[in-house]
């Protein structure tokens, strides 16, 4: 049986034409900068879920931007700006003819809705944990009238460069009155103590929406003067501005994205292009299965009691496969995994029509126990009596949901086993890709390739799994982070990470994973794992995983343990069997950080991780992954995870890990960092799916704050105990 399984990275899959058509965003009439098109930012805020890439060129600078919506309230951006005339590094074996690239985070957060009277207000923060080069703070404020959009701020930083103004705080506290304005080398660390402080600006605009519909015309004044920017530290590169308005036309392509020209400060002609997608808004068009009708008495007869026909239309029709069919007395009893309808609801309605269908009278209730790796997860009773009156209508005031019990956690339902179809073997092919931005080997270092996997049964709860994968194009030649490598410049940590070039590039086949892996439940609300063999691409090592997780709940508890060897990349089964010092051990002295080991031939690795997704009103479908424990590379500290998910089914997240490692210590990026979104599969194609493709990036790959990447997350596992991943979606 073919299964469908995506690694961490970029699952490559054909959309859907109803998904593609339903990928679009009504863009806000007033956004100065939040797009790129201009400099200053605006109070506006986008439609919860809207999604937003952007690219903008001139001779300056080359600006690239992902936004997000994630609530209401907040607005989220990652920036690439990119200096065409510097290098990333004047050591050509560091970094070779890459161009400088600064990477910066901005969060925008609304104060006041627009009314009658009051104008849309938002205050932000721009490159946090950046370098410092666009760092900067904002209020602006935003009010339309009829067709023409005005806005008003006051900017810090990049954002307040021409001091127009006296920055309103410094009267009220002299440390406001100066800002500290060297850049960072490493770039990562939130820099608090600069916000609000130094020259601050008055900033303005205006939009004009034309009685022609696509175009739209805008104009500024900029609070920057450009009188620090990048490029004048470079000989013979300045930065002149000969006015501060800026001018700007944008014109909406379809319903899909902008395109933008703008001139600036009066000698600087800026192009972008901005696509545009909302995460809450997508919907799938399904060429599904019609819902099975209930049968009447005189159709029954030749139906009941066939079934391995039951546990085909249980399969096919209401996505419970790996199926067994018991009876207890007067109740069929029904233990299966659910592989197609994230909806819960939709599964259990056609599986209790597809049994009232199949069953003669003496069965009186239905159990349908959903399961995962031969554990039990939850328990829905279903009393037939009752659905089939509501079914059909014979009650006036019948309700289908009546006949179905809250859904609980699994008991010891047991009974006389009828028929099973629980299939031992699953293979499949998976497209896999992974990346990483902003590097100084090349703005984008990725690898594609392809993932053959396969998964044998040995009993219910018993799995031995593997996979080998074959890379098909990368570009990882360019990666120097190798022996004798440019970029170290301490041995802080062992070589856990920054050898990827080595297991992918120079080793363009090899086994990937291979596992025993033992699923149980030992109790009522507690789950467990073991496993051992070769766990990931560049470990192996035996480890267990507990969780607690209460039925229903918001919440849930885990920890993992492992003892771990890291695999020798030119040997599809060996591991190093000595730590390989890069320096001479002799010489070395403990408490000279360059002295650690190269490799990890053994080692430890493990945390305790919080779950948690919070019911308040301004974080709602959100979820919290906090970790605390011992990292790859024997660093110590805690890792925080914060994802969001939309009405489609799509999650956003973005997570941070920091540990006893100083910036210097974990190099270029100060700490761990990284984002990913979360597809469905059944948003992208035509069926429905409880799968999803996941897309993934670091702005730099390094040795600090690294997990291990395990094939099974029993957080995952157990998700029909309070859905997340497998959340309903929209559907026409």
């Known amino acids: 049986m073919m299964y469908k399984k995506f690694l961490s990275g970029l699952a490559i899959l054909p959309l859907s034409t109803s998904a593609l058509a339903q990928m679009t965003w009504q863009v806000s009439q007033t956004d100065f900068g939040g797009t790129g098109l201009m400099q200053m930012p605006s109070g506006r805020m986008a439609e919860e879920g809207e999604f937003n890439l952007g690219i903008n060129y001139n001779e ?125 080398d490493t770039g990562g660390s939130v820099d608090y103590d600069k916000w609000f402080k130094g020259p601050s600006a008055i900033f303005g605009g205006i939009e ?28 013979g590169n300045t930065m002149p501005q000969h006015t501060p308005w800026n001018f700007g036309l944008n014109y909406r392509i379809n319903d899909w994205g902008d395109a933008k020209v703008s001139y600036q400060r009066g000698d600087t002609l800026t ?42 239309e249980l399969a096919n029709n209401a996505g419970y496969k790996q199926a067994e069919i018991s009876v207890d007395e007067d109740t069929l009893i029904v233990k299966a995994t659910q592989t197609k309808y994230r909806d819960r609801d939709e599964a ?46 014979m009650s006036i005031d019948g309700n289908i949901n009546d006949a179905f019990s809250e859904t609980k956690p699994a008991g ?19 497209p896999t890709l992974k990346q990483s931005l902003g590097g100084p080997e090349s703005f984008y270092l990725f690898n594609f390739g392809i993932n053959a996997a396969s998964e044998y049964k040995l009993t219910d709860n018993i799995e031995l799994s593997g996979s080998i994968y074959f890379n098909l194009f990368d570009n990882y030649d360019k990666y120097n982070y190798v022996e004798n490598s440019p970029h170290i410049r301490n041995y802080s940590t062992p070589r856990v990470r920054t050898m990827f070039r080595a297991y992918v590039h120079d080793n363009p086949i090899r086994l990937n994973n291979l596992q025993l892996t033992w699923f149980e439940q030992p109790s009522t609300n507690i789950f467990t794992q073991v496993y051992g063999g070769y766990l990931e691409t560049m470990f192996a090592g035996v480890g267990t995983e507990i969780l607690y997780r209460q039925n229903n709940t918001n919440w849930a508890v885990g920890l993992d343990m492992n003892l771990i060897s890291q695999r020798d990349p030119d040997s599809w089964f060996g591991v190093y069997e000595d730590d390989y010092f890069f320096y001479d051990e002799a010489a070395c002295n403990s408490q000279v950080p360059s002295c650690q080991a190269y490799v990890l031939s053994k080692g430890t690795t493990g945390h305790v991780t919080g779950y948690y997704m919070p019911e308040w009103s301004l974080l709602q479908d959100t979820l919290f992954k906090v970790s605390f424990g011992q990292f790859l590379g ?93 959340r309903p979606s929209s559907v026409e």
């Not at 972008?272 to 099975?292: C, E, H, I, M, S």
């Not at 009278?361 to 031969?374: P, T």
């Not at 390094?702 to 105990?721: E, I, P, V, W, Y």
């Open 60 to 184: 300056d600078y080359y600006h690239y931007s992902a936004s997000i919506q994630l609530m209401s309230w907040l607005e989220s951006t990652i920036r690439y700006t990119r200096v065409p005339d510097v290098l990333y590094n004047q050591n050509e074996a560091y970094s070779g003819d890459t161009i400088y690239t600064d990477k910066g985070i901005d969060l925008k957060l609304r104060l006041l809705n627009e009314s009658y009277w009051l104008p849309e207000t938002s205050i932000g923060v721009r490159d946090i944990g950046g370098t410092g080069l666009f760092d900067g703070e904002f209020i602006a404020a935003t009010k339309r009238f009829g067709n023409l959009d005005l806005t008003l701020g006051i900017g810090w930083g990049y954002l307040g460069q021409r001091g127009n103004i006296t920055n309103p705080f410094c009267s009220a506290k002299d440390s406001f009155c100066d800002r500290n304005g060297g850049l960072k």
């Open 348 to 393: 259990l309605e056609r599986a209790a029509t597809i049994l009232a269908n199949n069953t003669s009278s003496n069965i009186k209730h239905f159990s349908i126990i959903e399961q995962q790796d031969g554990v039990e997860l939850t328990q829905t009773d279903i009393a037939k009596s009752v659905y089939i009156s509501s079914a059909t209508y």
């Open 208 to 235: 004009y929406q034309t009685p022609y519909e696509p175009l739209r015309v805008k104009i500024e004044y900029d609070g920057n003067d450009y009188s620090e920017d990048f490029p004048l530290g470079t000989p």
């Open 271 to 312: 192009l972008g292009f901005n696509f545009y997608t909302n995460f809450n808004q997508l919907k799938a068009v399904w060429r599904d299965d019609a819902k099975p009708k209930l049968l009447t008495k005189q159709e029954k007869k030749d139906a009941e009691n066939n079934w391995q026909n039951v546990m085909n």
């Open 634 to 726: 024997g660093d110590v500290g805690t890792r925080v995870d914060f994802s969001k998910q939309f009405k489609s089914g799509v999650t956003v997240g973005a997570y941070a890990t920091f540990t006893d490692l100083t910036a210097e210590e974990y190099g270029e990026g100060s700490y761990n960092k990284g984002f990913y979104v979360s597809i469905p599969f059944d948003v992208m194609t035509i069926k429905p799916s409880t799968s999803r493709a996941n897309l993934a990036w670091q702005p730099i790959t390094r040795d600090g704050g690294q997990m291990l990447s395990k094939k099974h997350q029993l957080f995952n596992k157990t998700d029909a105990r309070s859905p997340w991943y497998q």
């Open 412 to 430: 010891t339902t047991d009974g006389s086993i009828l028929a099973n179809n629980k299939e031992k073997l699953t293979y499949g092919l998976s």
